[in-house]
Each structure stands twice: as C-alpha cells, then as structure tokens.
C-alpha cells in the first residue's frame, strides 16, 4: 500500500477511483488498486463508458446476447453497465460493511437526455436502483436547477443519490439543501432517514476555463479556491442545527465528493487537485493516471482548513480579474451537461454500430 494513498484515508478522506471498464475488472486491476492504493469506491459517467465499450472487444460477447434477447440501444447499454458496477459494488462491499454504509460505492447515471427533466429523470432513477439492486450502488442525478425536485423524491423514495455536475457553492446548497427535504419528509412519513449521498463537485474545469483570461501568478488556483469554498459551505451544513435534528433521528451526511481532479494543465503537478483538496469527512475521486501518479510521488500538506483556508482571497482576486464566477458556474455546468449528451449519443451509436455488426 503507498504510504501517499494510506495517508488520505488516515485523514479522513476516501480515495475513489473515476472509471470504471470490463478490461479493469476481468484482469483483476481494479481488486489491485482496492488492495494496494486503499480505494473504497468508484465514479463513472457516459464518457468513461463510451470509451470503455467503443474501444474494447470485452462487452462483444454480451452484447451479442443482449440482442439475441431482444435488447437494444439504451436498454442494452444499462444492462452493460449494470453488469459491470454490480460486480464492482460487491468488490466494495467490504468497504461499505466495514464502514457501516458510508463507504464502498459505486455509481450509475440517469440518461444525460434527461438533466432537465425532473420527472423522468425520477422515474429512471427508481427502475434502475431497482433492477441493479445493491445497496451500495448511487443513481447519479444532475444538480440542475430542474433536477433538484428529482434528487429530493428520489431520497424520499429511499434512492441514493450521487448528485453530479456541482460547480460552485450555491449550487452545492442547493443540492445539500433538496436532500435535507427528502430526509425531512422521510422523518415526517415515519420512515428511516438513513438514505446516503453525496455531491459531487467538478473542480479542474474552473482553471481550464479562466486559463487564457487571468494574471500568471492566478493560474490553477481557482479550482482548489471553489474547492474550499464549498467545503467551507459543506461544514456549515453539518453543524447546522437542521441537519443536526436530522442525525438525531439516524440521518447521516451527504458527503462532499471532490471530482475532475485530473490536472489539465502540463505544466502544473499532476496530483495538483489531490495534495490541496486532502479534506476529512469527504471523497476525491481520481483518474487512474492521477491516482497512479499520487501513489508514485503525492505529498500531503495541511489538512484543508474547514473555512476554506485562502479560498476566499483567492476567488476576490479573479473577480478582480474581471471572472463573473456566478455566471461562469452556470456556464461550466450548462457545458457539462451537454458534454454528457454528447458523450451519451457517441456512447449510443457505438453500440448500435456494433450491433449491426455483431447481429
């Protein structure tokens, strides 16, 4: 085990890896990295899978089954997926026992098509926790403002929730805020508040996006800045005294889940987003050459402080700079979502491509 990747766990920080493939399975490397690099859970998106499927003959073979069955485009695809992150939840499952269900998850998202549908992206998120049937399985959920409804129902409903494309602070309220509702009607319905979550923030897009538009000396420092700032955000929601009736009653937090922490930037340390996001009670999830990097060369400085630590200064001195940061968090999650739906369409015509093929 690197003593680099022990000393985030120590801290209080899961390390989860952001991908997930067939190949990564079957040859026994994700059960590899469990053992040696101490990840408790993992993230996926259309992205990882789209390359997972169009650039591997793996899921050949089911797939061809999966047509003999009669199954074809998106329903093909999340039984693929399913197959694979039900296999990867029981290899967590151990994690997610020793820590009494905090830990030890994997996550399968709701169409991309439907990041501003709130009913249907509910009704998606219901059928698919129910057909992968894990308990240690999230239904990714966007935190647009018009899937907030759906993230609540779906707590409500007992769902867990991984509530992605976060980009700033008023966006992280706002998700922590529809999962407080759920967990509330939950109590008021006299059911079990202990439905688990987390939000999960996009960090590296911010310095991608100001990188052309900013003084030298800002390069690479507002992500770890909107990083703080919503831990800083995060940590008023634990202490708050809403939250605290609710873990009186057996409700636990929707953790913070630090995301896009692959450093975009060449010339900036490629554990950039690792070494100055080491916050206790929350999650980071890495790409496997950031994660191999961390293991081979990460060093951990001081503990993010819980009120953010330099975020503040930081984020005046892009304002400054002339950065609308509220403006360009919508910005960053209207692209993501978009980014999404186009990832999810080459994902779908991949498929459809081979099954021709495979038919």
């Not at 003593?3 to 493939?21: C, E, M, V, Y």
């Not at 953790?255 to 206790?280: E, H, Q, V, W």
């Not at 403006?327 to 994902?347: M, P, R």
């Amino acid at each position: 085990m690197s003593d680099a990747t022990k000393a985030l766990p120590l801290l209080g920080q899961s390390l989860w890896l952001d991908n997930i493939t067939r190949d990564l399975l079957e040859s026994g490397t994700l059960k590899h990295y469990i053992d040696k690099f101490s990840i408790t859970g993992l993230t996926s998106n259309p992205t990882i899978f789209d390359h997972a499927i169009s650039h591997s003959s793996s899921y050949d073979k089911e797939i061809r089954r999966q047509l003999a069955q009669g199954a074809s485009g998106e329903e093909l695809f999340f039984n693929l997926a399913i197959q694979d992150l039900t296999r990867a939840a029981d290899l967590f499952s151990h994690a997610f026992k020793r820590t009494g269900s905090v830990d030890g998850f994997v996550p399968l998202e709701v169409s991309p098509l439907l990041a501003y549908d709130a009913q249907a992206s509910l009704a998606q998120a219901r059928k698919l926790h129910d057909q992968a049937n894990r308990p240690n399985l999230f239904i990714k959920i966007p935190g647009t403002q018009e899937c907030l409804p759906a993230i609540e129902e779906a707590i409500f409903a007992g769902v867990p929730v991984n509530v992605t494309l976060l980009f700033s602070a008023a966006q992280y309220v706002a998700a922590a805020d529809a999962y407080l509702r759920g967990l509330e009607r939950r109590v008021a319905a006299d059911r079990p508040p202990d439905v688990r979550s987390v939000a999960s923030l996009f960090v590296s897009r911010w310095d991608r996006a100001v990188s052309d538009k900013i003084p030298a000396e800002l390069r690479n420092t507002l992500g770890l800045a909107v990083g703080g700032q919503v831990y800083s955000a995060y940590r008023e929601c634990l202490d708050s005294d809403r939250f605290q009736r609710l873990e009186s009653q057996g409700a636990r937090p929707q953790r913070l889940l630090f995301a896009s922490t692959g450093t975009k930037d060449k010339a900036a340390s490629d554990t950039l987003y690792i070494s100055g996001l080491a916050a206790p009670d929350t999650i980071n999830t890495m790409p496997e050459k950031t994660l191999l990097a961390f293991a081979d060369h990460g060093v951990l400085a001081d503990a993010l402080p819980r009120d953010g630590g330099k975020a503040a200064a930081v984020l005046s001195a892009h304002t400054k700079a002339g950065i609308d940061l509220t403006a360009l968090a919508a910005q960053l999650q209207s692209d993501g979502a978009k980014g999404f739906v186009t990832s999810w369409n080459e994902l779908l015509g991949a498929i459809k491509a081979k099954s021709k093929v495979l038919a």
